[in-house]
């Protein structure tokens, strides 16, 4: 080995031990948060209202207007109570030049779930400062381990439902690889047993109390040996505490076939899976269901979860004056989940059969975004309707 390349390799080395020290250090961290939040054992339940940019204000608050329908009776009792956070605007995180401003911040700490409109994340050439995402800050800050999303097509047979590990795999050192010459890069991924724990749990546990009745581990554990391999294993040992829900694993290749065979893909039911592996599939999902704005996504960890739609924040509706006429059914997919994640299952439930026949089913009103649709309030008075002709 030539003198160069020693040094050059030595250099690596010292690169990979510091990581990797780094690495041990949240290992350690995030197993000293054993328990997650029990949310019927609470007096009451703080739900921030953050409503961000452009139509985000308009939907979020369709939503909360939703649960408070639903949950009439926990409100007046003070079971509910909602924290309106208006500090995620994009002129106030330019002004901090901050992803998110520190009194914001502590105010979403104070929640114990957050309902979150989209937010302006700035590209080169908007008139903002380079910013984080509001996103990324919020999970690392809250330690969101765990990204679900739910896809459905009735006509199709399709009822998904993806639990994407949040924070490790190929993304959790995605900016440390190692050039260590030009003849040879390294990048690295990670997988910890509380973090392949916790995901695997959130899996089953979701699965059990929306009776799916299925769980697939989705790995590529046959060449991945060590982290995807450890990743498998912890989630079986997890299935194995749920009897009544079928377990099976899939390599991830596959698996992208088989979401395409008709013959195949309605036996799907959830899915578990690191987090590389779930930002693709996700996306392939998605596209089921008219692409990736049609959802609500939620973001959860121990101690806190949030919930949101995954479009934009549609700044040219509001600028245009169009702002009334936004499609609040993403959000209102995300607050099916926030109501399932907090305890209300049955509540959860009525809402999601109810948005099924709105949006595909009856159609009695639609959203276009303009004028020829029904305008967001509209749609929600619609949904709610519906539920209580459903639940006579």
Known sequence: MEMEEKKALDAACDQFRALMEKQLERAKKIKEDKEFTDYQSLDKIIIGICGGDGIGPIITKESQRVIEFLLKDEVEKGKIEFKIIDGLTIENRAAHNKAIPDDVLEELKACHVILKGPTTTPRQGD??????????????ELDLFANMRPVKVPEEGIDWTFFRENTEGGYAVGSYGVNITDDLAVDFTVATQEGCDRIARLAYDYAQRNHKGKVSIITKANIIKTTDGKFLNT????????PDIVTDDWYVDITTAKLID????????????????????TDEAAEFQGGVGTAGSANIGKRYAMFEAIHGSAPRMITEGRGQYADPCSMLRATVMLLSHIGYQAQADALEAALDKCMFEEKKLVITGRDTGCTCDEFGDYVMETITAMTK
Request: a positive charge; zero cysteines; charged letters at 25%.
């Open 127 to 140: 008139p903002w400062p380079n910013v984080e995402s509001a996103n990324v800050a919020m999970r690392k």
């Open 262 to 281: 008709p013959a195949r893909r309605t036996d799907f039911k959830v899915f578990v899976l690191p987090n590389l592996y779930g930002d693709i599939i």
């Open 235 to 242: 989630a079986k040992k997890i299935g194995e505490q749920y």
